[in-house]
């Protein structure tokens, strides 16, 4: 069956044979994300949500005589989106020799066979069913890159593939769906999250490196695309190596709230090392050494200390989303090179961090050199006053740098409830600008915000007296106008017409008359 879910005879033949084979490979069973099995498979991370899963060696050439059987299943009440990143089988008539197959066990209708000659007509396929099993194939064949799909669920029509660069957008303003498991998929970055990324840089890679998803999550990911410069610098980060890469016309920045460097109040460590150099001169690498903007050496443990640790002491609450880790210095090449994290909100009961997976303590990958900086960012974020450092394995010493990014607890707002739209037949990948454009105003610090009304409250009052005071002034000057004129027997002759309305008329008003005048 084609995307409309009509086959040819042929196809329908074939189909049949391939399901039933990769019935006989094992049972996978319905679990919560999916299972795969067959010896065709390649990267493939399989998640409730969203995943991503190749055939074996892509975007090399794939094997001779594989297969592979993915069981993609999503929540109950949802139904599956899948996005064809590349579908590059050896064609042959009916598909053959090499195919890819989708079928839903639940209702019976199948999507394909898909080979080269015959790939799927959109980029996007909607289905209608919460299950659908992937059926790769090959025998005899001579070139072909094999195959790249995602998928995610309905409530993210606008979920895109792993190869989906910048510059397919012309839009100022992105906001796309990226899924799980792009990260070790082939393509190229350029850029750092601070200076942005190459407009030619894929999407959902570069969203990983700057820490705006996790690689075992994906997620939503919004971004401007602005001028671009004349030079990106490369960078590690979130076990990530970018490249350094020239001008371009466009650079991606992605979105990221609550990034600011948080000021550290005190650094604590389980030992130092008291330095005495061979002329007797004396170094101390102090725990206070660690703070990442100090000059010089770093913080290093006493030699031969077990189980080495540096605390870093906010003063408060904070929410902390990421962790950036330097070595010793350009003199030394001592540097970490993984290490645990724990936070604690009283200094004395600690919580090993899990990640997302919230299993097993993550290990954070540290430096690879005593010079660069490398950044981890911790997704869900860490909302504590104390962070440990636990250095799992270094090059020569213990020593490290250390600075945290985050934000005030106060400004860290529930996400809104996402609504899903609903989706088309087929959903080209789309860009829409910012759902929201922040209003100016003036922002007050909580802990400030008593003494700035009332400082506000008393200017406002001392410019309503001023006001006062003026108003008053001007009325007592316009009373007294009238009683100050000179006596009226002085006034030069005018005209009856020219004479102001406040003198008074009549036989009995004072002063001159028009007929004396003319006499």
Not at 287 to 312: F, I, K, N, V, Y
Not at 340 to 353: A, E, F
């Amino acid at each position: 069956m084609r995307a409309g879910g009509r086959t040819a005879p042929g196809a329908l033949v074939l189909a049949l044979a391939l399901l039933r084979r990769c019935l006989l490979l094992g049972p996978l069973g319905l679990r919560s994300a999916g299972a795969q099995d067959g010896n065709g498979c390649g990267h493939t991370l399989l998640t409730p949500h969203s995943g991503t899963l190749s055939s074996k060696n892509y975007p090399g050439t794939y094997p001779n005589h594989t297969m592979c059987c993915w069981q993609l299943q999503a929540p109950p009440g949802t139904s599956l989106l899948l996005a064809f990143g590349d579908v590059d089988l050896e064609p042959s008539e009916h598909c053959a020799l090499s195919s890819l197959l989708l079928t839903d066990p639940q209702t019976g209708t199948a999507y394909g066979p898909y080979c080269r000659n015959t790939i799927p007509s959109a980029p996007l396929l909607v289905t209608n069913s919460s299950t659908v099993t992937v059926l790769f194939n090959s025998t005899s064949h001579r070139s072909g890159r094999g195959l790249l799909l995602s998928y995610a669920t309905s409530q993210h029509p606008d979920l895109v593939s792993c190869l989906v660069r910048g510059t397919h957008y012309t839009r100022e303003y992105v906001s796309v769906y990226c899924p799980a498991g792009c990260k070790d998929i082939h393509g190229d970055i350029w850029g750092n999250p601070s200076q942005g990324y190459r407009d030619t840089s894929v999407l959902c890679k570069a969203a990983v490196h700057a820490g705006v998803i996790a690689d075992e999550l994906g997620g939503q990911v919004t971004l401007s695309r602005e001028k671009g410069i004349t030079l990106y610098e490369s960078a590690f980060a979130n076990g990530l190596r970018s490249k350094r890469g020239s001008l371009s016309e466009k650079r991606l920045m992605f979105h990221k709230a609550c990034d600011d460097v948080l000021e550290v109040v005190t650094f604590n460590a389980s030992s130092w090392w008291h330095e005495v150099g061979v002329l007797g001169q004396d170094r101390a690498w102090v725990a206070e050494r660690a703070a990442l903007s100090t000059t010089g050496h770093s913080w290093a443990a006493e030699p031969d200390a077990q189980a080495a640790w540096l605390e870093l002491d906010l003063g408060t609450r904070r929410n902390v989303t990421g962790i950036i880790t330097k070595g010793s210095s350009e003199q030394h090449d001592y540097y970490v090179t993984s290490y645990h994290v724990s936070s604690s909100r009283d200094g004395k009961n600690w919580r090993p961090y899990r990640g997302s997976s919230g299993q097993e303590e993550k290990v954070f990958e540290g430096n690879a050199d005593s010079q660069g900086e490398v950044s981890n960012a911790f997704i869900p974020p860490i909302i504590a006053r104390y962070i440990r450092v636990t250095p799992q394995s270094w090059h020569q010493r213990v020593a490290l740098k250390v600075a945290l990014v985050g934000c005030h607890v106060a400004r860290v707002r529930a996400p809104r409830p996402y609504v899903p739209s609903v989706p088309k037949e087929v959903l080209e990948p789309t860009s829409r600008p910012a759902s929201r454009t922040p209003i100016p105003g003036i922002a007050l610090d909580p802990e400030k915000a008593g003494s700035t009304l009332l400082v506000m409250l008393l200017i406002g009052g001392f410019v309503l007296f001023c006001s006062c005071l003026l108003l008053l002034a001007f009325l007592c000057h316009r009373k007294r106008v009238p009683q100050a004129g000179v006596e009226p027997g002085l006034l030069p002759a005018e005209p009856a017409s020219l004479q102001p309305s406040f003198l008074p008329h009549g036989p009995h008003a004072r002063g001159p008359q028009p007929d004396s005048f003319a006499s």
